[in-house]
């Protein structure tokens, strides 16, 4: 079958080079953004006088026809179609001859495939959003329950200083703020109407390109067509904010997965998102937190293979950049199963607080707490860390707490201290002393959830 193009060929593609170069067994998910593209090209032809009413309505009423065939799977594909555009185009005019033909009037595949894939993006992001906003959701609920329960914090995987649960929560929610408005930042940056830049230097043709953009729903219009038809920006953003995105989910899923271990028993995973083991009859194993973890490798793979498509082409369009979809709807998918897996699997998981409490006791979780006291009672705060390590070094080697410390013990470490000298020691007295605005006190982490309500929703759905 001849292509759309064939006009200066005398010879057909070889077979192995007609499957290499066809995009339509990948693109064809972008049938819809191509179709609602082409309706409002054609809308915008008629209104300028460019084609007539007639053959607007006629290509219209087909257009919307093929739209509805394609979604209930009546047409099928061959590598013959090349790519979505050239597909329904090919469709088009088998059914209604010469006017079909007029559609591609003031248009090439170079900025049709551009309008195509900044829709999808467009409604990809927001549904992104709205994963990102129920995860925000989930963790609110879970660290409003956990706000006071207290678990070891950590630096360098070492006990660092105790905090709450709900604490520990909220930090994670904050990076999903972020990237929130990351995704929100490069929607707007999206919302730009790249059609009727034609091949590279606009048209000759009295188009309207701001009549285009409203009928599609951008915001704006793109100021310099050999820009449009080159620009790959919008789609390296949406797999930059997804590979931090999934930065984000891979640490929390790797905390899960040490919070699960037998040495940790921190979380009680639901049966739902754990896997057996085909030889082991008692291994029940985090694998969803493991996938989340290891997906992370592809999406950033995807950030890696568009970059490197893209840094060395010249302007303005090249089949390169055909290489673009398959990274972007993979990375789309990916993210978006992966922040609906989390979070459910979030909702459900519970924290083991009996486990939790035996790490309490060990490795001096209060000692900045007592320097910090020694601070308010005069001590220069080198000195207060002197005397409390070597407190800390006192105890270790007698196999002590500092609860354990008798006046004289303390007096010899240094004449200042005594057991009238030392401030609450309970893990509830250190936390709950961390009032300080981003601390770790229960009144704090409430007000945190409290900020982070309001924000979430005043979130408006206006994307
Ligand atoms: N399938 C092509 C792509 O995805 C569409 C644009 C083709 N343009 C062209 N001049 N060959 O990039």
Redesign the pocket.
């Known amino acids: 079958m001849a292509s759309l193009w064939s006009g200066r060929f005398e010879k057909a593609m070889d077979e192995i080079v007609e499957e290499f170069n066809a ?1 339509i067994f990948f ?1 064809k998910r972008l049938y819809d953004c191509d179709i609602a593209g082409s309706i409002a090209h054609v809308t915008m032809l008629f209104e300028q006088g460019i084609v007539s009413e007639e053959e607007k309505n006629s290509i219209v009423e087909t257009l919307k026809e093929i739209r509805t065939e394609i979604k209930e799977g009546k047409i099928t594909f061959t590598v013959h179609d ?4 050239m597909a329904v185009e090919s469709i088009l005019i088998k059914r209604l001859g010469e006017t079909g033909k007029r559609l591609h009037t003031a248009r ?3 900025d ?2 551009a309008v195509d894939t900044r829709l999808y993006a467009k409604r990809e992001i927001r549904e992104i959003i709205e994963n990102l906003k129920y995860m925000e959701h989930v963790l609110l609920e879970k660290a409003d329950k956990y706000h006071d329960k207290i678990m070891v914090g950590f630096t360098h995987m070492q006990h660092a200083q105790p905090v709450t649960i709900g604490f520990h929560l909220m930090a994670y929610f904050q990076m999903f703020k972020r990237d929130i408005e990351r995704f929100e930042q490069c929607f707007e940056r999206t919302d730009y109407n790249p059609l009727g830049s034609c ?1 590279l230097a606009g048209t000759t043709i009295p188009i309207n390109r701001h009549r285009t953009a409203e009928l599609l729903g951008f915001k704006n219009v793109t100021e310099n067509a050999m820009d449009s038809v080159s620009d790959r920006d919008y789609i390296l953003e949406i797999l930059s904010d997804a590979s931090i995105c999934m930065m984000h989910i891979s640490r929390m899923a790797e905390e899960f997965v040490y919070w699960n271990s037998q040495e940790f028993s921190y979380i009680w995973i639901d049966d739902s998102f754990c896997t057996g083991s085909s030889i082991m009859p008692q291994k029940k194993n985090p694998d969803m937190a493991e996938l989340l973890r290891g997906k992370t490798g592809r999406i950033y793979g995807n950030l890696m293979q568009l970059l490197t498509v893209m840094k060395g082409t010249p302007l303005a ?1 090249n ?1 390169d ?2 290489e ?2 398959e990274g972007l709807f993979d990375t789309v998918d990916t993210l978006n199963k992966s922040l609906v897996i989390f979070a459910k699997m979030i909702e459900k998981t519970e924290f083991r607080m009996e486990n939790i409490q035996k790490h309490l006791g060990q490795g001096f979780l209060n000692a900045t707490d007592i320097a910090e006291h020694f601070v308010k009672n005069k001590i220069p705060f080198r000195e207060a860390h002197e005397i409390v390590g070597k407190m800390v070094k006192y105890c270790e080697s007698n196999n002590k707490d500092f609860v354990d410390l008798s006046d004289e013990e303390l007096q010899k470490i240094d004449a200042r201290v005594s057991r009238k000298s030392l401030p609450d020691l309970t893990m509830e007295g250190c936390v709950n002393g961390r009032v300080s605005y981003g601390g770790t006190a229960p009144v704090e982490v409430k007000r945190q959830i409290k900020a982070g309500r309001q924000w979430l929703e005043g979130e408006q759905d206006e994307l």
């Open positions: 995009s693109d090349e790519d979505i555009h090439s595949r170079n049709q495939v091949a369009y089949k950049f055909q673009d979809k």
